[in-house]
């Protein structure tokens, strides 16, 4: 469907990507994934044809219904759910040469535009529009909303529900979690999986990649790979490659200088002189591999609090809301030091609100709210990024912030520390006005560190952060000896930081005895059983066992030539790799780059090479089987 061959990419003098060559085929669920200024957003406008492929090729057939997330809104005055109905072209199309053909009083017109309206759907538009709109957390009554009426947020999440109501063939979403709870996050999610078209997905959400994509096309060093399967899979085989590439740079390293050193003991001997330049063409002539690197370019830990009180907050039957009106009431809440706390809930349940109690932006309207002596709070919200100064540069943010706090760090001390958050060179330096989104979150989370708070509040704190920060965050606050509080539709790093998951819903704050899986379970309604399931449980006659049996008996049958086949390919990579350490066991013995076993080791490279080509093969065929076998055995 989208062939790429040599395709080269650059964005002024520098080259984004180059040589690509691969494809995506229909109905493929790719996962775009590298750092920030890879060029993940121009692979998008170049399939937008809103850029050319420098050198090489780009196909993809014509007239490609192609549908990505609008980046502005206009402050229109038609209604949230007309504008959501505008994403499909073709409806609109037909409605309006509709309303033509009724004006001309065409008959015949009218009726054949009746047909094409059913058949494409369109009785049934406003519904499918009012579904998405719902799905993605807009209330009941916000449909007949103008759009104007809408905040940034929100107006990004009407640009979503646009894009998903076009009947695309191929869709386009660059970070479309980023304006979402957690709630939506699922609710997308499940919508994703079904759809029909091609997707191609930017995101920085491991859970979402995970459960969404079946390929992931990385872009790294000015080049793209794809890998079949999910984010899992692809780490878990990038890993793998790296690995090797390293095994194979320190070989090839031990090779150029057991002949450098030939080189240099005989380049003045006459005798020698011959074999020694030919020793010299032949390093020449080495296609030399670049050593592996993966490192994430973070490096930062949260330094421990001055002071820690073992208890820091305690509510007891507080109500809070705005005004007169309570949001959420009879909240009991002891916050200790270690606790670490997620909140779950759907939007606008209250848990920001929460949050801000918390924080003391909000007074509680009733109720005890103790809070201790030496409590040093961290806040992160999104509005602090809009709190930045944006003529400073991060450094001239961390020197203000050192002095107010009445610190004496050095001017390298602070680089030192900036730079733990990939603030480096100019970076440092430079006024921040430019940076963009991921790049300012990264500079409030830096100063947030900086003060060494005992109680740390997170509202939405890995919104525009890429895969890299996000596992260093989570990293360091799995070492943070303080109290945790944090909203996030990240679910990977609720999984590895939280041990107390809190559900805000009805005006209440309870205690979830799940797990992010049971939440996920309770979102999309997959633990309730339809009636036809209902009469089943409990039956135990001797029919109903028989019928069992039959059912497991047709299941093992279709399921075992998929199993055997898994089998097949795990005997096979077993015996690949036995294979390939064998070969690298002899390679690793110094004797065998002697000029006696040229030829040996002339074979045994090139066997390594085909053991390792062979092993990714089945590798690859081995993921895809056991997908598949997953799949049926979970529809099952």
Request: hydrophobic share 40%; net charge negative.
């Amino acid at each position: 469907m989208l062939n790429f061959k040599q395709c080269t990419l650059r964005r002024g003098s520098r080259v984004l990507f180059q040589d690509a060559t691969f494809t995506i085929h229909r109905g493929e669920k790719v996962g775009i994934t590298g750092v920030n200024g890879c060029g993940k957003s121009s692979l998008f406008a170049l399939l937008r044809g809103e850029l050319h492929a420098d050198t090489g090729d780009f196909e993809m057939p014509p007239n490609l219904a192609i549908a990505h997330v609008a980046q502005e809104t206009p402050a229109l005055s038609k209604s949230a759910l007309d504008y959501v109905i505008d994403g499909d072209e073709e409806l609109r199309n037909v409605e309006a040469a509709l309303a033509q053909a009724e004006h001309d009083d065409d008959g015949n017109r009218q009726a054949l535009l009746h047909v094409q309206l059913e058949n494409i759907g369109g009785y049934t538009a406003r519904n499918r529009a009012a579904q998405l709109l719902s799905g993605l957390a807009f209330l009941p009554g916000q449909e007949e909303l103008p759009v104007s009426s809408f905040s940034g947020g929100w107006r990004m999440r009407l640009n979503l529900a646009q894009a998903l109501m076009c009947r695309s063939e191929l869709l386009l979403l660059d970070e479309p979690t980023n304006h979402l709870d957690l709630d939506a996050v699922i609710w997308l999610q499940q919508w994703l999986t079904s759809y029909p078209g091609t997707l191609l997905l930017i995101s920085h959400d491991r859970d979402f990649l995970d459960d969404v994509t079946t390929h992931i096309a990385h872009i790294e060093q000015q080049a793209i790979e794809m890998y079949t399967g999910n984010y899992t899979a692809f780490e878990r085989r990038r890993a793998e490659k790296l690995a090797q590439q390293q095994s194979a740079y320190q070989r090839q390293q031990r090779e150029v200088a057991h002949i450098q050193s030939y080189i240099n003991r005989f380049r003045a001997q006459a005798t020698k002189a011959r074999q020694a330049q030919s020793r010299i063409k032949a390093l020449e002539r080495m296609e030399l591999i670049a050593a592996a690197h993966a490192d994430s370019p973070f490096n930062f830990s949260f330094r421990d609090p001055e002071k820690l009180p073992s208890q820091l907050l305690q509510l007891n039957k507080v109500n809070i809301g705005y005004g007169d009106k309570p949001i959420l009431s009879n909240v009991k809440l002891h916050i200790s030091s270690g606790d670490r706390i997620g909140l779950l809930g759907a939007n606008g349940a209250g848990k920001s609100t929460l949050i801000k109690l918390l924080s003391g932006k909000l007074q509680p309207l009733s109720g005890e709210f103790n809070s201790a002596q030496d409590l040093k709070l961290g806040y992160f919200a999104q509005h602090q990024l809009e709190q930045l100064d944006p003529e400073a540069s991060a450094m001239q943010h961390l020197l203000r912030l050192d002095a107010s706090i009445g610190g004496r760090a050095t001017d390298a001390d602070l680089r030192s520390f900036i730079g733990g958050f990939a603030f480096n060179g100019d970076m440092a330096t430079t006024p921040i006005a430019p940076f963009s989104g991921g790049e300012k979150a990264r500079l409030a989370l830096a100063l947030l560190v900086y003060q060494r708070p005992n109680l740390l509040l997170l509202d939405e704190p890995t919104n525009h952060l890429d895969l890299e920060m996000r596992e260093a965050l989570g990293m360091a606050l799995q070492d943070y000896k303080g109290a945790l509080v944090v909203i996030s539709h990240d679910r990977h790093l609720l999984r590895n930081v939280c041990d107390t998951l809190l559900l805000v819903k009805d005006g209440a704050v309870q205690e979830y005895d799940g797990d992010l899986d049971d939440y996920r379970q309770l979102i999309t309604g997959a633990n309730r059983t339809s009636p036809a399931e209902d009469k089943s449980v409990g039956d135990n006659s001797s029919a109903a066992r028989k019928d069992k049996k039959r059912l497991e008996a047709e299941r093992r049958l279709q399921l075992k030539p998929l199993r055997d086949k898994v089998k097949k390919l795990e005997q096979q990579m077993e015996k690949l790799q036995t294979q390939k350490d064998a070969i690298e066991s002899q390679l690793a013995d110094p004797a065998i780059y002697g000029e006696a076993h040229k030829l040996k080791l002339k074979e045994l490279l090139a066997q390594q090479i085909q053991t390792t080509q062979t092993l990714d093969q089945v590798e690859g065929d081995w993921l895809e089987a056991s997908e598949e076998l997953e799949g049926i055995e979970s529809d099952l």
